[in-house]
Nanobody
Framework: QVQLVESGGGLVQPGGSLRLSCAASGSIFSIYVMGWYRQAPGKQRELVATLNTAGSTNYADSVKGRFSISRDNAKKTVYLQMNSLKPEDTAVYYC????????????????WGQGTLVTVSS
């Protein structure tokens, strides 16, 4: 059983910063891509940022230059540093792990975290 546990959400004023963390637990052989998605009220879930083991990143245009994704492969943890936050960044942020393998040669899995709420408001 693989679980993703997010932390770091909360209430922040516009222009402020938050850092989200997501730790994967369980008997994991490898995780190729870890990333963050978000879902605002009444909207579909959307990509925020992803990072693979080769170091390649992908950011939504709306967060480029403000958000930064990083990961600690040894700790199976991914981080999202969010700066210059705007009210439109308010959403539930979900951690995602893709191409997860529990053993060498095993099938690939995709796992989602439970979500953490980020509210940007004065």
């Amino acid at each position: 059983q693989v679980q993703l546990v997010e932390s770091g959400g909360g209430l922040v004023q516009p222009g402020g910063s938050l850092r989200l963390s997501c730790a994967a637990s369980g008997s994991i052989f490898s995780i190729y891509v870890m990333g963050w998605y978000r879902q605002a009220p009444g909207k579909q879930r959307e990509l925020v940022a992803t990072l693979n083991t080769a170091g390649s990143t992908n950011y939504a245009d709306s967060v480029k230059g403000r958000f930064s994704i990083s990961r600690d492969n040894a700790k199976k943890t991914v981080y999202l540093q969010m700066n210059s936050l705007k009210p439109e960044d308010t959403a539930v942020y979900y951690c995602n792990a893709r191409n997860v393998r529990l053993n060498e040669g095993g099938r690939y899995l995709e796992v989602w975290g439970q979500g953490t709420l980020v509210t940007v408001s004065s």
